[in-house]
C-alpha cells in the first residue's frame, strides 16, 4: 500500500537559516504530492503540491521537488521565520480508488529569534 | 467566503455515550472524508464518501459511523464502542472531477478536538 516516511521532529532553527525537512514515499503509479502546514488548534492547510514527476512545488518561499527516481518530496526554504513554526505534513493522492490523502507522521518546526 | 465547517471546536464526552461531530462544506464538492490526528501519528482515514448516499470506510472505522444524505454535510458519530476516542479529528473535501484536472487536493475545516472525561 501506500506510505509516507517524515524525519521526525522537533526540528529547531534560528530565524533566517536554511530549512530542509525530508518526505519519501512509496506507491503504485504516479501520485500526487503534498505539503500541508498546521498551526496550534487549527486545521490543515495547503502549502505546496506537485502533480508529475520534476515538477516544483513553491509557496511563500517554501519549495519542493517531485523526483521520481529517489521517491522524495524534500521541503526546503533559504530563510526561515518564527512565523513558520508549525507542524508540516508530507502526503500523497492516489489517483484510483477513494482518492484519499496519506499522510506522514509531521515534522515539528521551531524557529527561534 | 466558501470552506468547510466543522462544529463543535470543543466537545467533552463521559464514557459510554455517543457524540456527532458536525461537517459542512459550501464548497459543492462531491467527495468527503473524516480523519482522526493524534500526537505522533499523522492522519489516519476513518471514513470518506465520493458521493452523496455512498460511504465507505477508511483505515480506523470500528466504533464509528457516518451518513451522507446530502451534499453539503458529513457527520461523524463517535460510538461508545470506540476504545480510545481522545483525538482531534479533521473534516476534508476534495472538488469535482469530471471535466476538470483532479490533482487530489483536500480542503480541510479547523477541526474537532473530542476528550472522554
Known amino acids: 500500500g501506500n506510505s509516507v516516511t517524515q524525519m521526525e521532529g522537533p526540528v529547531t532553527l534560528s530565524e533566517e537559516a536554511f530549512l530542509t525537512i525530508n518526505c519519501t514515499y512509496t506507491a503504485t503509479g504516479y501520485p500526487s504530492l503534498f505539503w500541508y502546514v498546521q498551526y496550534p488548534g487549527e486545521g490543515l492547510q495547503l502549502l505546496l503540491k506537485a502533480t508529475k514527476a520534476d515538477d516544483k512545488g513553491s509557496n511563500k518561499g517554501f519549495e519542493a521537488t517531485y523526483r521520481k527516481e529517489t521517491t522524495s518530496f524534500h521541503l526546503e526554504k533559504g530563510s526561515v521565520q518564527v512565523s513558520d513554526s508549525a507542524v508540516y505534513f508530507c502526503?500523497?493522492?492516489?489517483?484510483?480508488?477513494?482518492?484519499?490523502?496519506?499522510f506522514g507522521s509531521g515534522t515539528r518546526l521551531q524557529v527561534q529569534p | 467566503d466558501g470552506g468547510i465547517t466543522q462544529s463543535p471546536k470543543y466537545l467533552f464526552r463521559k464514557e459510554g455515550q455517543n457524540v456527532t461531530l458536525s461537517c459542512e462544506q459550501n464548497?459543492?464538492?462531491?467527495?468527503m472524508y473524516w480523519y482522526r490526528q493524534d500526537p505522533g501519528q499523522g492522519l489516519r482515514l476513518i471514513y470518506y464518501?465520493?458521493?452523496?448516499?455512498?460511504?465507505q470506510k477508511g483505515d480506523i472505522a470500528e466504533g464509528y459511523s457516518v451518513s451522507r444524505e446530502k451534499k453539503e454535510s458529513f457527520p461523524l458519530t463517535v460510538t461508545s464502542a470506540q476504545k480510545n476516542p481522545t483525538a482531534f479529528y479533521l473534516c476534508?473535501?476534495?472538488?469535482?472531477?469530471?471535466?476538470?484536472?483532479?490533482?487530489?487536493?483536500?480542503?480541510f475545516g479547523e477541526g474537532s478536538r473530542l476528550t472522554v472525561l
Open positions: 502526503a500523497l493522492s492516489d489517483r484510483t480508488g477513494r482518492r484519499a490523502l496519506t
Open positions: 464518501s465520493q458521493i452523496v448516499n455512498d460511504f
Open positions: 476534508a473535501s476534495r472538488a469535482a472531477t469530471s471535466g476538470n484536472v483532479d490533482t487530489g487536493e483536500l480542503f
Open positions: 464548497l459543492n464538492h462531491d467527495a
